[in-house]
């Protein structure tokens, strides 16, 4: 069954025991992203179990190292999931932050090299060549916990207010979840 803006808006009233409208914070290819009624928090409901599984896996790993910011981008705290349901509900955040861990790879990425060059063009694209080093930044960082994070887009990794980054050469406008 396709997951469609509806049905995902559904399952996260259900996830959080309301009928209230939710504002939807974002989408894209791993899932819907709402805000709780609260405004605390935001669920995400998943396209599929595969991606759900991926970002339970990869949160757990950084609450167990106690991981909440990587190179000064806040990370959302999981805060519970439900596997039924294929969501998650996360601590809201804003700017600079890291989120989306739903394509992460537990195992080095074996690209070629011609996809690893268009992904390094797509981040000096999108974040300018003074800021592309937080992008190489956080993959490293990451590395260290067994997660290679490769979904690497302004929606993503979003550095503004970060006391490095230069807002004069980025085009980190805000995009779709």
């Not at 894209?28 to 991606?51: C, L, N, W």
Request: proline residues 6%; negative net charge.
């Amino acid at each position: 069954m396709e997951l469609t803006p509806e049905k995902a808006h559904q399952l996260a009233q259900q996830y959080i025991g309301t009928t209230e409208p939710l504002a939807r914070l974002g989408w894209g290819i791993g899932g819907y992203v709402f805000h709780s009624p609260d405004f605390r928090s935001a669920i995400k409901v998943h396209k599929t179990v595969e991606q759900y599984r991926t970002e339970v896996k990869a949160y757990s790993i950084l609450r167990q190292h106690r991981v909440t910011t990587v190179c000064g981008l806040t990370i959302p705290v999981m805060r519970s999931s439900r596997d039924d349901l294929r969501a998650i509900e996360m601590d809201f955040v804003s700017a600079p932050y890291l989120l989306d861990f739903a394509g992460v790879l537990f195992h080095p990425h074996d690209y070629s090299e011609d996809a690893i060059s268009h992904w390094q063009a797509g981040i000096r694209r999108s974040y300018g060549e003074a800021n592309e080093w937080i992008a190489y930044a956080v993959y490293s960082a990451l590395q260290k916990y067994g997660l290679y994070y490769m979904d690497i887009r302004p929606s993503n990794l979003n550095p503004k207010g970060h006391p490095d980054f230069d807002s004069t050469e980025t085009d980190t406008d805000d995009e779709p979840y």
